[in-house]
Nanobody, 122 residues
Framework: QVQLVESGGGLVQPGESLRLSCLIS????????AGWYRQAPGRERELVAA???????DYADPVKGRFAISKDNAKNTLYLQMNSLKPEDSAVYYC????????????????WGQGTQVTVSS
């Protein structure tokens, strides 16, 4: 059984940084990639960043150049380094496991963490 547990959220001021972590346990051979989503109140959940097991990554335009996704396989942990945070980055962030289509688009499998709140406010 695959389980994901996020941590690292919190309240920060604009311009500051946070690093989210997602501890992954269990396995499924269909899993080929991992991603971070976020959902703000009244908005749909959106993909923020995705990382293929082969190392390629993709980012949503609003976070390009500020966020970085990485994975430590020895620790079975997925990370999201968030720099230069803005109030519009405030949301609940979820880690997810999935894969990449031939088109290069990430797709999610039904493996989700419980979410961690990120609030950016002065």
């Amino acid at each position: 059984q695959v389980q994901l547990v996020e941590s690292g959220g919190g309240l920060v001021q604009p311009g500051e940084s946070l690093r989210l972590s997602c501890l992954i346990s269990g396995s499924d051979p269909s899993i080929k990639a991992a991603g971070w989503y976020r959902q703000a109140p009244g908005r749909e959940r959106e993909l923020v960043a995705a990382l293929h097991d082969r190392g390629t990554s993709d980012y949503a335009d609003p976070v390009k150049g500020r966020f970085a996704i990485s994975k430590d396989n020895a620790k079975n942990t997925l990370y999201l380094q968030m720099n230069s945070l803005k109030p519009e980055d405030s949301a609940v962030y979820y880690c997810n496991l999935g894969g990449f289509r031939y088109s290069g688009k990430y797709y999610s499998l039904p493996y989700w963490g419980q979410g961690t709140q990120v609030t950016v406010s002065s």
